[in-house]
C-alpha cells in the first residue's frame, strides 16, 4: 500500500505506517452508531440549581483542596468562517453586482462604526450604501489593505471596546476571566492556549500588549503556555474508494484530525483541575460576575463530584473481605450514587470480586462537569444518556453527526433533546493517589467521524478523531449542570459582535 517515501513522509510526521494503515482500514469499516437511551434532560441526567445550590457550589470550590489550576482554550486557526459572508459580499462587489441592503455584509458595513476595530482613520468618518464603499470597508477589514482579519485566528481579533477607550482581543478576555475565577492560592493565573504555529507571533504580540497593565490592575501574575496541535495526529485522506488519496507530487495527504486531537495537549497538563473554554466565548466585563458565579458552580461540582469519589475508593481499598455484608452494602451505596448523581446503570456482576472490580474501574476515571444551556437553536452537542458497550449506561456530549437518523428511537431522542454543550467544562485530572491519569486511556476510538472534503477540486474523505468534550472523554466520569444563555456568548460569525453581550 505505501511506497518507501510514503514511509519516510509518515515517519517524518512522528506517525507510525501501522497507524496509518488502521485509519485506512477505519474508512472501510466506518464508526458504529452510539446507542442511545434517552436525551439528558433536567428530570433525569441534567442538575438544575436553585439559588441555595448555587451559593453551595460556589462556597464549596472556594473551600476545596486543589493541586494547581489551569484555564485551557482551544484557540488554533484561523477566523475565516467567522468572515465567510463578508467574502462573499466582497466578492460580489467585486464582479460589479450589489448588495442587498439586509446581506449580513451591508449590515456590516452599515454598523462599521459598532465594531471594537473600527477607526475612523481607517474606515472614514462617512458612511454610505454605494457599492465602492462597501467594497472599501470590506476589503479594508478582510485583507492586506487593511486590518488582514480574514487570516488572522479568532483569538487576537478586537472584539470588545470600553468607554474609557480600552479595547480588548478575544485572548485578553481570557485573561481577564483566568484571574477571577481560576487564580492559584499563590495568585498565579495559568493558561494554556492551543494555536497555529503560524499565528504564534501574533499571539506573543497581543499577550505582549496587555500582560504588565493587567498583572498590576488585578493583581495577578500569568503563566500562559502556547501550544500546538501535533502533526503525528493528523490522519491521512482516502478517495472515493477507501485508497490513500495521493496529491499532484504523488504525495499522501495528511489533515488536522479536528479538535479530539487536543486530547494529546490536555493530557501533558500537570495541574489537578482544568477549565475548558473555546476562545470566541467570552463577552463584555460587565457580565464577568454572572460567567465567574456559574464557572466557580461548575468547578464547586466537580470538586464535590472528586470528594465523593475518592471516598468510596478509600473506602473500597479498606474492604479486607469483599463478601462481606459491609463490603456488600458500599457496593449498594455505590451503584446507587452513580445512578442517581451519573446516570450510570452498572450491570449485574458474576461475584462479589467482579462486582468491587466493576465499580472501581467506574470511580477511578478523570471527571468533567459541563455546563449545558437551554435549546436555542445555536450549533453544539448535546447530552445525552446511552448504552455502553459493556453494558452500563453513561452521559455523553454526542454531536448530530454520531446520531443515526434512520432510528426512530435515536431520532425523536434528539427531538425532545432540551439542552446543549456550550464547550464550559471544568475537569479533574488526578486520581485519588494524586497522580495523574493517562487521558489516552480513557478515549473511544470508535467515537470518530468522517466526513466529505475536496483538495483542489478532487473529492475525498476526511478522519476526525473522537472529539475532545466527545469520544476523547467517553469513559470519563460525566455530570451535566444546566447554566444560563447568558454565560454563552460565542462569536461565530462577524455580526454577533453585535448583540449586547459584546457591546457597552
Known sequence: MFT????????????????????VERFKKGFPWLKIVAPATPQKGIQVLDAEGVAAAASYYEGAAINGKCKFVPASGAASRMFKDLFSGLDALKEGKELADDAPAAKFVDKIADFAFYTPELFGE???KCPEYRKDVLAKTLTDEGLGYGAKPKGVLK????????????????????????????GTAN??????????????????????????????????????????????????DNKPFRTETDSLLFRPAGHGALIYNLNKL???????????????????PETATWKKVLLGKALKLRDDIYGYLRQLDACEDVCSDECKALCDDIEAFLS???????????????????L?????????????????????????????????????????????????????????????????????????????????????????????????????????????????????????????????????????????????
Open 4 to 23: 518507501n517515501e510514503d514511509i519516510k513522509q509518515i515517519e517524518q510526521r512522528g506517525s507510525s505506517v501501522q497507524t496509518v494503515q488502521d485509519q
Open 340 to 358: 442517581e448523581t451519573l446516570c450510570i446503570e452498572m450491570p449485574a456482576a458474576a461475584d462479589c470480586k467482579a462486582r468491587v472490580e466493576a
Open 159 to 186: 472584539f470588545h471596546k470600553y468607554t474609557d477607550g480600552e479595547i480588548r482581543t478575544a485572548f485578553a478576555e481570557h485573561l481577564v476571566e483566568a484571574q477571577n475565577y481560576m487564580r492559584n492560592s499563590d
Open 360 to 504: 472501581r474501574a467506574k470511580l477511578n476515571r478523570p471527571i468533567r462537569v459541563a455546563g449545558m444551556v437551554k435549546n436555542q437553536g445555536e450549533p453544539g452537542g448535546g447530552p445525552f444518556i446511552i448504552a455502553e458497550k459493556d453494558g452500563s449506561t453513561s452521559l455523553q456530549v454526542l454531536e448530530s453527526v454520531q446520531i443515526n437518523m434512520s432510528d426512530e428511537h435515536a431520532k425523536n431522542a434528539l427531538a425532545s433533546a432540551t439542552h446543549f454543550n456550550p464547550v464550559d467544562i471544568v475537569c479533574c485530572l488526578h486520581d485519588y493517589k494524586g497522580q495523574s491519569f493517562d487521558l489516552l486511556k480513557y478515549v473511544d476510538e470508535d467515537a470518530g467521524f468522517i466526513s466529505s472534503k475536496s483538495y483542489q477540486g478532487r473529492e475525498l474523505k476526511a478522519l476526525e478523531l473522537p472529539g475532545l468534550w466527545n469520544g476523547a472523554m467517553s469513559n470519563w466520569n460525566t455530570l451535566f449542570v444546566e447554566v444560563p444563555l447568558a454565560t454563552f456568548n460565542p462569536v461565530k460569525v462577524v455580526l454577533d459582535l453585535l448583540r449586547p453581550a459584546h457591546q457597552n
Open 191 to 240: 493558561l494554556v492556549v492551543t494555536i497555529s504555529p503560524e499565528h504564534q507571533q501574533l499571539f506573543e504580540e497581543a499577550y505582549a500588549e496587555v500582560k504588565e497593565a493587567y498583572e498590576a490592575k488585578y493583581g495577578v501574575k500569568y503563566n500562559i503556555e502556547f501550544t500546538f496541535q501535533d502533526k503525528a495526529t493528523d490522519t491521512v485522506a482516502v478517495d472515493v
Open 126 to 128: 462617512q458612511s454610505c
Open 270 to 288: 500537570q495541574e489537578e483541575v482544568v477549565s475548558i473554554k473555546n476562545i470566541d466565548n467570552v463577552a463584555n466585563e460587565r457580565l464577568l
